[in-house]
């Protein structure tokens, strides 16, 4: 399936003003309340690049792990970004974000199978039935599909980016802490590699501010990141320290999860991506 080549250019509701090849200075950073400057705008090719990254990061960048139903868990990920789809009726604790990116394509005119379309929920009910199906025409159909998007799955990302300060400010009630996390998400921002890792982070563990997503009272979302980093001067000394913080807070995740959830299998994997994040794409 052809996707039109186009640019991306979405509006941010906080006053997030980025280009990916100049990203902005922290200097200029804007106040919390104060006019929209603009979006984040990304060309077709950085688009292609960061979503083939992020493809990577999930799926090692195969076309078969566009479609996965990880062992232990109760729904399938889908898409360059593990994008979650719960079984109609079996909700669970994180963010379900599939069912958005198909609304995000639709008011964007994307083609895609009708079943897809119309789809209320995952249309496979087990883990199981999922990998029974694997080489079905249906399943086939959606990974070409999943692979021939990647740019727009990645202007849903960055969409996903655009709402997220915003909703961790209004998540943090102590002013200091308001205070700091704006001024790090601007920092991190002033750089290049900065700008790829806030959209793979909150891709990758959300926003934080979700209250089921928390173990022992603590979380790993992009906040919790944010709030975790020590005083920097922005740049690339800021994309270091945030690296450090995610690796900081998925340990921490990690040591207080359920020991039935097996996550320290994934902590190799985990603390070299947040590694990655200094290297940008």
Same mark, same amino acid.
């Given at each position: ?118 789809? &209320?929920?995952?249309?496979? $009910? ?7 199906? %694997?080489?079905?025409? *249906?399943?086939?159909? !959606? =990974? ?55 959209? &793979?982070?909150?891709?990758? $563990? ?7 997503? %928390?173990?022992?009272? *603590?979380?790993?979302? !992009? =906040? ?58």
């Amino acid at each position: 399936m052809h996707v039109p080549r186009r640019r991306l250019s979405l509006t941010f509701s906080a006053s997030l003003l980025l280009t990916f090849s100049g990203c902005v200075s922290v200097d200029s950073a804007p106040e919390p309340n104060s006019p929209s400057a603009g979006g984040i705008s990304l060309s077709e090719s950085d688009a292609q690049a960061i979503g083939r990254k992020i493809w990577k990061n999930e799926c090692n960048g195969t076309v078969d792990g566009l479609t996965s139903w990880n062992a232990g868990e109760d729904f399938p990920s889908l898409g360059i970004g593990h994008f979650i789809w719960y079984v109609k009726g079996r909700p669970g604790p994180f963010d379900e974000s599939f069912p958005r990116l198909i609304a995000y394509m639709k008011q964007r005119g994307v083609a895609m199978p009708r079943w897809l379309g119309e789809a &209320d929920g995952s249309p496979w $009910k087990t883990r199981s039935e999922f990998l029974a199906r %694997k080489n079905s025409p *249906q399943m086939k159909e !959606l =990974r070409n599909f999943l692979a021939n998007t990647v740019s727009i799955q990645t202007g849903f990302i960055v969409q996903r980016l655009e709402q997220a300060l915003p909703k961790m400010k209004a998540a943090t009630p102590n002013e200091a802490d308001r205070r700091r996390l704006h001024d790090n998400f601007y920092k991190v921002a002033s750089h290049r590699n900065g700008v790829y890792a806030l959209i &793979d982070y909150v891709n990758f $563990k959300g926003e934080g501010i979700k209250a089921e997503e %928390k173990y022992n009272g *603590q979380g790993w979302g !992009l =906040r919790d990141v944010l709030l975790e980093m020590k005083p920097t001067s922005g740049g690339i000394s800021a994309v270091n320290e945030y690296s450090e913080a995610a690796k900081r807070v998925l340990s921490r995740r990690i040591a207080n999860s359920p020991p039935a959830r097996g996550e320290s299998r994934w902590r190799a994997g985990w603390m070299n991506r947040c590694e990655g994040y200094k290297h940008g794409i």
